[in-house]
């Protein structure tokens, strides 16, 4: 069993708004903490508590150690469909191409793929995803081989979609990975994933939910993602998707039950506040801003947290925006107060008459809305959007917090590259900056990945790497002669 005692001088500890920063020494055992200490190398010394095997000691003050990223909604496998242009956002990307392109992808498509998209997020500092894709096992066997965490929801469709000849075994794969305690050991597991509200009927609907209350597994589907989505729920069930959802016991539990977890809903862009008002304490809504941006709109996240729902972020597929760093997407979410401004009626008078006094009520409306995120966009609470929130989803995953029996997903920063330097606040500088290039390590479940101060490149430099893109770009050509 890998064991590892860490110690260091600026350790991020805590969780939500109690996050601090404080020395500690930290102790692994296989994929897991199994102890944290607080306190300098003196007092811990001088307690008694110094042990003779430290083999990481971060002494200078310039190094971080913090809880590793986690990157809350992933199509790892679609970092295919990168660069995209704008023309193929117009109307429902998702139907209008992705479906076409996705039924003509094998399992080692999916595998190929989706371990470019597993290196990309490893390389920001994330030792964790939630994927959702088709080919589930496909997906683990990538993250497994890269050496990344994931919670892997194989995509379940029985209403629309590639999914649809899929689904029996998209609910196999989902027992399976559960069941494989290599995989959990590596920080890989699986939850339940039916696709979206307007793709999945009631029976499957009961049938994941099953499972999922059999199984203690938390659901990951898109709620509420498109103008498609919602049109037909009224239409077909006479409801909003989110009231489907919570009529059939996918939100709060079924029936009250306290015992299995919650479920991650991702992108609610058509939710209300009596929609919002349906979301259980123990559920989670994923936000993906720059990826909204491009297929449809950035959601109001501002209205999901003044009603006190928990946000998860992610970044959703690399087709969407291009990009798979979650901590850019924090970036976003601290900045989101003023895009209303710009599309404000009061910048629209603006616009027409060029007055001062218009001008002047833009500023009124800039104001207004910084007072009403100013609560928001603490630093402490944007990184548990990275960090804590989702890490709790998961039972048999907790992660995005250094205590014992969370997993052992550490990243080390390097606080004096340019990225990030001067950071004398810390936390603030991880929401603002960008991080990933200031990534000096990443530990994911109890295993170093890289080589510390070299990181980046000994990945990409190493034979794993080459031959996984080798095959990925053997596997585009063929794809594409398909199509």
């Known amino acids: 069993m890998t064991a590892h005692t860490l110690y260091a001088q600026q350790a991020v500890l805590g969780a939500g708004d109690a996050l601090e920063i404080a020395p500690a020494l930290i102790r692994t055992a296989g994929s897991r903490i199994v102890s944290v200490a607080r306190g300098t190398r003196d007092e811990l010394e001088r307690d008694g508590q110094w042990p003779s095997d430290v083999d990481v000691d971060l002494l200078d003050e310039r190094t971080l150690l913090a809880p590793a990223f986690i990157n809350a909604h992933t199509h790892l496998a679609m970092v295919v469909f990168r660069g995209l242009e704008l023309e193929a956002m ?55 081989d890269v050496g990344i965490g994931a919670v892997i929801a194989p995509t379940l469709q029985d209403s629309g979609g590639p999914g649809e000849a899929l689904c029996e075994q998209g609910l196999r794969e989902t027992a399976d990975i559960d069941a494989d305690s290599a995989l959990a050991e590596r920080g890989i597991v699986s939850c339940l994933g039916p696709h979206a509200s307007d793709t999945v009927s009631d029976e499957l609907f009961a049938r994941a939910l099953a499972l999922a209350d059999s199984r203690s597994l938390p659901l990951h589907l898109h709620a509420a993602q498109s103008l498609e989505e919602h049109q037909r729920s009224h239409q077909r069930h006479g409801c909003s998707p989110f009231a489907r959802l919570a009529r059939l016991g996918v939100m709060g539990g079924a029936d009250g039950d306290a015992t299995r977890p919650g479920a991650l809903l991702v992108h609610a862009l058509y939710a209300s506040d009596a929609d919002l008002a349906l979301v259980g304490e123990r559920d989670m809504l994923g936000y993906c801003p720059y990826g909204q941006v491009c297929f449809d709109h950035p959601a109001a996240v501002f209205q999901w947290l003044d009603l006190r729902c928990r946000v998860a972020l992610g970044t959703d597929c690399a087709g969407a925006n291009d990009g798979m760093n979650v901590q850019q997407e924090l970036r976003a979410v601290a900045a989101a107060f003023a895009f209303g401004t710009a599309h404000s009626s009061a910048h629209q008078a603006f616009e027409q008459s060029g007055e001062a006094e218009a001008a002047s009520a833009v500023r009124e409306t800039r104001q207004r809305w910084l007072e009403r995120g100013k609560q928001h966009l603490v630093p402490a609470r944007l990184l548990a959007s990275v960090w804590s929130q989702p890490g709790s989803l998961h039972p048999r995953a907790r992660a995005g917090v250094i205590e014992p029996g969370a997993l052992a997903n550490l990243t080390l920063f390097d606080c004096a590259h340019p990225a990030l330097w001067p950071a004398r606040d810390p936390l603030r500088a991880l929401v603002w900056g960008d991080a990933a290039s200031a990534v000096t390590h990443v530990l994911v479940a109890g295993h170093w990945r890289g080589e510390r101060g070299n990181f980046a490149r000994s990945l990409l430099d190493s034979d794993d790497y080459r031959e996984a893109r080798a095959e990925a770009d053997r596997r585009l050509t063929e794809l594409l002669d398909r199509l």
């Not at 039924?103 to 995803?129: H, I, K, P």
């Open 90 to 144: 117009h109307g429902n990307v998702v139907e209008d191409l992705y479906y076409r392109v996705e039924r003509n992808v094998t399992a080692a498509d999916v595998e190929a793929f989706a371990r470019l998209g597993a290196y990309d997020c490893l390389l920001g500092g994330q030792a964790m995803v939630f994927d959702h894709y088709y080919h589930g096992d496909a997906v683990a066997r990538a993250c497994r």
